[in-house]
């Protein structure tokens, strides 16, 4: 596709339910990241894989929140048992190669909002 | 541990008027350092990206400096339009972070008055 693709847009959920988040990155980018943006805030980095290995994932607040890559190319970011706090956006965002060089390519987000 | 901040949270000002949006960072040990539009509801459009060994890069009406000893970057955004209203966010790859995770400031929201 064009961009990074993430779905759903908006996801509503009660605490103590389990969601799940895709990212769909650009074809072909090595490099894709997850980062969790609270209201009013900039984004928090959460997670980094370049193709199927989760290099970095010193970001995740706590055990209840896992991502994979399994293929290298689609991930899905997963939350166990949301609390309130959870409520943020969650962006993820794919770059060509693991270089420094090349600049990170957004999507549009996905808005959770636990009640 | 790296801190980016950006001041002010807010900023106003009337259509025409030059824009000047700060960026301040306490680790000056970064491969590069990307400005971000956002609009309401939107993910990130990256602007400019300048990297450590550079002093500024341009596009268009859209200017940023680098100043790594004093941990400073600026965003200049000439002769403002209504349609430049959005939140603007500045973000660093730092030397210390395995991988190239971006570290963000809290941003500055514009309003351009017609």
């Known amino acids: 596709g064009a961009g990074v693709s993430q779905s759903p847009r908006y996801k509503v959920a009660k605490r103590g339910q389990d969601v799940a988040l895709r990212c769909d990155p650009i074809s072909g980018h090595v490099s894709l990241f997850w980062y969790q943006q609270a209201l009013g805030q900039g984004p928090e980095f959460l997670t980094y894989?370049?193709?199927?290995?989760?290099?970095?994932k010193s970001g995740l607040p706590s055990d209840r929140f896992f991502a994979e890559r399994p293929e290298g190319s689609v991930s899905t970011l997963k939350i166990q048992r949301t609390q309130q706090e959870d409520s943020a956006v969650y962006l993820c965002?794919?770059?060509?190669?693991?270089?420094?060089?090349?600049?990170?390519?957004f999507g549009d987000g996905t808005r959770l909002s636990i009640l | 541990k790296q801190e980016v901040t950006q001041i002010p949270a807010a900023l106003s000002v009337p259509e025409g008027e030059n824009l000047v949006l700060n960026c301040s960072f306490t680790d000056s040990a970064i491969y590069n350092l990307q400005w971000f539009r956002q609009d309401p509801g939107k993910g990130l459009t990256s602007l400019l990206l300048i990297q450590s060994s550079q002093r500024e890069q341009t596009s268009g009406r859209l200017n940023a400096s680098l100043d790594k000893s004093s941990g400073r970057s600026t965003l200049y955004i000439a002769a403002s339009q209504p349609g430049d209203s959005a939140t603007y966010l500045c973000?660093?790859?730092?030397?210390?972070?395995?991988?190239?995770?971006?570290?963000f400031g809290g941003g500055t929201r514009v309003l351009v008055k017609p």
């Open positions: 973000a660093l790859t730092s030397r210390e972070a395995a991988g190239n995770k971006l570290t």
């Open positions: 965002a794919s770059s060509s190669t693991e270089s420094s060089n090349q600049p990170q390519h």
């Open positions: 894989f370049q193709n199927e290995a989760q290099l970095d």
